[in-house]
């Protein structure tokens, strides 16, 4: 346990002062000003050895959140979709607790051959992709189901006596949320060190296609 912290359920002061004194941070743009609950993740911040944070500012200039996203998404799916994890902060150093919903994002077909969406239904069995032109668009067997997170606070607008009031049951909610929420954290911290411990970086060379315009004239 790192951020997961121990609170006792049985007594409302208790978890009043948990949900009162956890690390908060903003959810969208610091001028929204709205806070949800959160932890820092910046390398100081992360308890690591001198050798494991020298080696992890290497890993910071990678795609290394590829690796730990399946926390992410195992945390969003435990809850339904109501709540997921975001990366927040001039340089991602923040991780912060998001509302969340599922929804369908009106893609009607898709190609067979590029995986191209299109919000157009096939009239017949298939249909002309507009991106590779080949005859593959059919359509979806099932309405896609995409998630995304809001930018809503989440009780910004509570103070302990707005807590106290609050039922046994409710406020238990809450911290037990909380407290789930920061043992996700402490898996993506954990995920994050045995890359560290078990990985390195490297450098290679990778050619990427460009699109230039040109000059081509009629033969004479």
Avoid at 34 to 42: P, V
Avoid at 49 to 71: G, P
Avoid at 88 to 94: C, F, I, M, T
Wanted: glycine share 6%; hydrophobic share 35%.
């Amino acid at each position: 346990m790192f951020f997961e912290k121990k609170v006792d359920l049985r007594s409302k002061r208790a978890m009043v002062d948990f949900l009162c004194g956890h690390y908060r941070y903003y959810t969208m743009n610091s001028w929204n000003r709205t806070t949800s609950y959160a932890n820092r993740i910046k390398i100081p911040y992360l308890g690591l050895t001198r050798e494991q944070a020298n080696r992890a500012y290497d890993i910071l200039d990678t795609d290394y959140w590829d690796e730990l996203q399946f926390v992410i998404d195992d945390f969003t799916s435990e809850m339904d979709g109501n709540y997921t994890i975001g990366v927040n902060g001039r340089s991602g150093g923040y991780l912060v607790l998001y509302r969340g919903e599922y929804y369908d994002p009106g893609y009607k077909s898709q190609c067979r051959a590029c995986g191209q969406l299109n919000y157009q239904a096939v009239s017949g069995e298939v249909g002309q992709c507009g991106r590779c032109r080949k005859t593959e668009r059919v359509n979806l067997a099932r309405p896609l189901r995409w998630h995304r997170a809001t930018g809503r606070g989440i009780d910004d607008d509570l103070d302990a006596d707005d807590l106290m009031d609050l039922s046994v049951s409710a406020l238990r909610d809450k911290v037990e949320l909380v407290c789930r929420f920061d043992r996700a954290c402490d898996e993506i911290r954990s995920a994050f060190i045995d890359l560290i411990d078990n990985c390195k970086v490297v450098e290679e060379t990778v050619m990427v296609p460009k699109t230039v315009r040109r000059i081509v004239c009629a033969a004479a």
